[in-house]
């Protein structure tokens, strides 16, 4: 699925909808940004950039991403880390490489991973499978 694109003078946020895990990181984090009663819900220049690009690195699943216009794309955690959820997925940041069920390698920063092979987003979880309410 191709990311929906939010570009900013500052800022460009993405959005890849079939990854959101709705955590709501983003909304508790900064409304002036990321307000779903708004459309389009997310305004990049509703803040200051780094405070913006803050926010967007707390989505756990990495549905949301960022690009400074005066910078690099956001940069990995280091060193990479793996920690299991208490619902069994895998939440991973650092310098990832992902194989999507298509064969398409992708550059991650942030993934969950699905856990119980029902997602149909695969190898992300979608939580579409019974581990989610863990």
Known sequence: MTPKSYEGKQITIT?????CLHAAECVRG???VFDTAQ?????PDGADPELAAEVVRRCPSGALQYRLAEGPAEEPDRPTTVVRDAAGRLVLRGELSVTTSS??????TRAMLC???VSA???FCDLSGTCHSG
């Open 15 to 19: 959005y890849e909808v079939g990854r």
């Open 30 to 32: 900064l409304p002036s």
């Open 39 to 43: 459309h389009p819900w997310v305004r």
């Open 103 to 108: 064969g398409e390698v992708r550059r991650e």
């Open 115 to 117: 856990a119980c092979g």
């Open 121 to 123: 987003n695969q190898p």
